[in-house]
């Protein structure tokens, strides 16, 4: 049994590295200091120089920009990148330019690879695209109007009431006509500048600062992380200064110039407000959200409660789903200690209400609970859903999220085995009052239909199947290691 078992545990091992590589971050990469929180937007931005709302980050003498992501379409997956570049720059001259860099996977190149993106806007309203081509730029077609858009004026904005320069944008980030992946990731690095050429002008802005920041070097772009909160009130508007001492004038396409690789960093953005009540569990909302799983599924992800018996009164969840609705449960899992994977069996609680989940850009969603835990023990808190339905969640080496497969359309049964989703902390936390007494493992099983009172049964039967199958298949070989999954830390 042990040569099919160690079969069994390479395979595992190699699913966990192909869903682990793909999300980890570059270690030197992104310009330190820099970093800009996009925002989600609450209707889709009107392409009118007229933005008035959103978080504004100022840089050089006398420029900013604002920005915000919108979430279009859930299955597939269709998110929009709306951006707005104000200059102060009051002069209209035939060298002024804009400039955007795009590193949208966050690869860390020390020069420009296909994954790689810049953009010029000249002040005589001519767009050009380049894409990376592993030493330098490539001048590429621009993409048609349905993945990018753009507007330049010489007006007045809600920032800046004199006449000066303003570039808007919007780019269809999960489109790959540029390539074999979408064009920006959810989260990716960026690099502004802009340019006025008259000799009594500003000059070079930039955002990060070149140097030592530079369009050649992405691993050199400032940090755009993403939340799904909605953009906050508007941010002081900048005031015209005097005029600068003029700097040369550079190219319009990148240039050359070796730049430092330093370490990004990565804060998690809460917007639930804080309770009475204490908690346990991940309140963050985290800035990834997961592939929709299918239909009739549970996800789960693994949380230690307090060091002293509580009883969980609720389960606050950060999910999106389809506009037509989904119909969740939350439910609670005992941990399997040999595999450090949820228990076999029925859910040992679930919620005592579904709810109906319908944001397609993210929400908390409260589940009501009547539970009874042990102190300092691991179990596995998620959500059954009957429609796709998303979770956010972040990156974490003490935390794992598993699916189940779903429940098979001509039966009634519920699967019991779990797809490895990666190490990553579900947001999710449960709000507990201190238990009087020792807890007694009771299910909450309320307001259950013919789907809800087989779950348990169902599940450990499968269980026992699975098992036997597995004990069979390996019957040939004697002794093993346990299987490596991943345990928490």
Not at 266 to 289: D, H, L, M
Not at 326 to 339: C, K
Not at 411 to 435: D, E, R
Not at 471 to 489: D, E, M, N, W
Request: a negative charge.
């Amino acid at each position: 049994m042990q040569r099919g078992r160690l079969k069994v545990s390479l395979i595992l091992t190699v699913l966990v590295i192909c869903f682990i590589f793909p999300v980890l971050k570059p270690v030197h990469a992104q310009e330190a200091g820099y970093s800009h929180m996009c925002y989600t937007a609450s209707t889709v931005p009107t392409i009118n120089g007229q933005w008035s709302s959103g978080l504004q980050t100022t840089f050089g003498s006398n420029a900013v920009f604002t920005d915000e992501w919108y979430l279009a379409a859930i299955n597939p997956s269709t998110v929009y990148y709306y951006l707005i570049i104000e200059t102060m720059d009051n002069t209209n001259d035939s060298k002024d330019f804009i400039q955007i860099s795009l590193d949208g996977g966050m690869t860390a190149d020390s020069a420009p690879t296909s994954t790689d993106f810049a953009i010029n806007f000249t002040s005589n309203a001519v767009c050009t695209w380049y894409q990376g081509n592993g030493v330098g730029w490539t001048k590429i077609a621009t993409p048609t109007s349905s993945v990018f858009q753009w507007g330049e004026s010489f007006g007045s904005s809600p920032t800046y009431k004199t006449p000066h320069l303003i570039l808007e944008l919007s780019l269809l980030k999960t489109s790959n006509v540029l390539g074999s992946t979408q064009i920006l990731g959810p989260e990716f690095w960026m690099l502004i500048e802009t340019y006025d050429a008259n000799s009594a002008g500003y000059g070079l802005q930039s955002w990060p600062a070149v140097p030592p920041s530079n369009p050649d070097v992405p691993s050199t772009y400032g940090d755009i992380p993403y939340t799904s909160t909605v953009n906050p009130a508007s941010t002081p508007t900048p005031t015209s200064s005097s005029a600068p001492t003029p700097t040369p004038t550079p190219t319009p396409t990148p240039t050359s110039n070796p730049s430092s690789k330093l370490t990004p960093t990565s804060t998690p953005i809460s917007t639930q407000p804080s309770s009475a009540n204490p908690w346990f569990g991940y309140e963050a909302i985290g800035r990834q959200v997961s592939h929709l799983p299918a239909s009739e599924t549970i996800t789960l992800c693994n949380y230690t409660t307090p060091p002293n018996p509580v009883v969980i009164t609720q389960i606050n969840i950060y999910l999106t789903g389809v506009p037509q609705g989904s119909s969740v449960s939350a439910l609670i899992f005992a941990n399997e200690p040999q595999t450090n994977f949820p228990k076999g069996g029925e859910p040992i609680a679930q919620s005592l209400e579904k709810l109906t989940v319908t944001s397609v850009t993210g929400q908390w969603y409260n589940f009501t609970m009547n539970y009874s835990t042990s102190p300092n023990t691991v179990y596995w808190l998620g959500y059954y859903s009957d429609q796709p339905t998303s979770y956010f969640f972040d990156d974490s080496n003490n935390s794992v999220a598993v699916t189940s497969q779903p429940r098979d359309a001509n039966s009634s049964l519920l699967p019991v085995s779990w797809s490895y989703q990666g190490k990553s902390v579900m947001s999710l936390y449960a709000l507990y009052t201190n238990a009087e007494k020792a807890p007694s493992p009771t299910t909450a099983h309320p307001n259950s239909d013919t789907q809800t009172s087989s779950f348990g049964d169902t599940l450990f039967i499968l269980g026992v199947i699975g098992m036997e199958t597995l004990i069979v298949a390996t019957h040939q070989a004697s002794g093993r290691k346990q299987f490596p999954l991943p345990k928490k830390a």
